[in-house]
């Protein structure tokens, strides 16, 4: 999602989900009701569009989308209009125009800079309207500077952002069962608690603006190892002339198990690499764990 703006300056670990209240909540109440609320939708690519129609399946009506590549948001609309006839959904002409249009915004682009931009590009970024309790939730894999930047502007002006990455894959996307990693005040997270129903299976607040990409560069941090380990179980079970089918199969089961053999494994046997998840993206995620691990003065 390399995004079009110009100028500006500048996947599984989750708990399930538990309500915490709070001493003072200062989130106004939005109306979340499926058939009232107006949910806005930025980037329509092999995660964001599952992951909005999961939402028209549990009975949300009113989406605004926008996508970079207009043809992919209209591929979008197309599937809506042929499996939910109850639904509304538009296609605006910027990230503005969305969260003019909406109460909740979600977006799931490729890059850090790409969310910066839906958000303070002077001419069409959100900031501007994202005010008097509209909530924004960013479901990239970002810095985590980045989500606390956001949350204290919105905060200003009577607005809240979720940091809220997700795991799971295209797999999990399709079939709603994502987990969410989330940053932000709890009673926020509460208020959005059915949308991240209508797409996960597992959603913790793991604290406030940022901890939710802190969560996801642990879940990434595991993925990466787990990956080459599969792939070079896999090759090793080859040479050796085992049946890999068999040896999945079997080692599911005991201490090498993993959401990764048990779903990636049998597509690698069947030659099936349709892209879940882009390499550079993942090389990005691993660049932000690496700067967070300096930061943090890891060896």
Not at 89 to 95: C, G, V, Y
Request: hydrophobic share 40%.
């Amino acid at each position: 999602f390399s995004f079009m703006f110009r100028g500006i300056v500048r996947r599984s670990f989750a708990l399930p989900f538990r309500a915490h209240s709070r001493a003072c909540s200062t989130a106004t109440q939005i109306d979340m009701d499926p058939a009232k609320v107006n949910i806005g939708w930025i980037g329509t690519g092999i995660m964001g569009r599952s992951m909005c129609d999961n939402l028209l399946k549990n009975g949300f009506q009113n989406v605004t989308v926008f996508n970079r590549t207009k043809k992919k948001a209209e591929k979008l609309v197309q599937m809506v209009k042929e499996n939910h006839s109850h639904a509304q959904i538009t296609i605006a002409e910027s990230p503005k125009e969305v969260a003019s249009k909406s109460d909740v915004i979600f977006s799931i682009v490729g890059y850090p800079q790409d969310v910066e931009a839906i958000v303070f590009d002077k001419e069409h970024g959100m900031l501007s309207e994202l005010k008097n309790g509209k909530i924004f939730v960013d479901c990239t894999t970002s810095r985590p500077s980045l989500a606390k930047t956001i949350a204290n502007e919105l905060e200003r002006q009577n607005a809240f952002a979720l940091d809220a990455p997700v795991s799971g894959g295209d797999v999990g996307a399709k079939n709603g069962t994502l987990s969410f990693m989330i940053g932000g005040q709890e009673d926020v997270v509460n208020q959005v608690l059915p949308c991240f129903k209508a797409m996960g299976s597992k959603y913790e607040c793991m604290g406030p603006a940022g901890q939710g990409q802190h969560t996801k560069m642990v879940n990434q941090i595991f993925i990466a190892s787990g990956m080459m380990g599969l792939v070079e179980g896999l090759v090793y079970a080859r040479n050796a002339s085992l049946d890999s089918s068999k040896v999945i199969e079997l080692l599911s089961g005991g201490a090498a198990g993993s959401w990764s053999l048990s779903n990636y494994g049998p597509r690698i046997l069947k030659r099936d690499f349709e892209p879940g998840f882009y390499i550079e993206h993942f090389v990005k995620d691993l660049n932000i764990a690496l700067e967070e691990a300096n930061e943090m003065k890891l060896n």
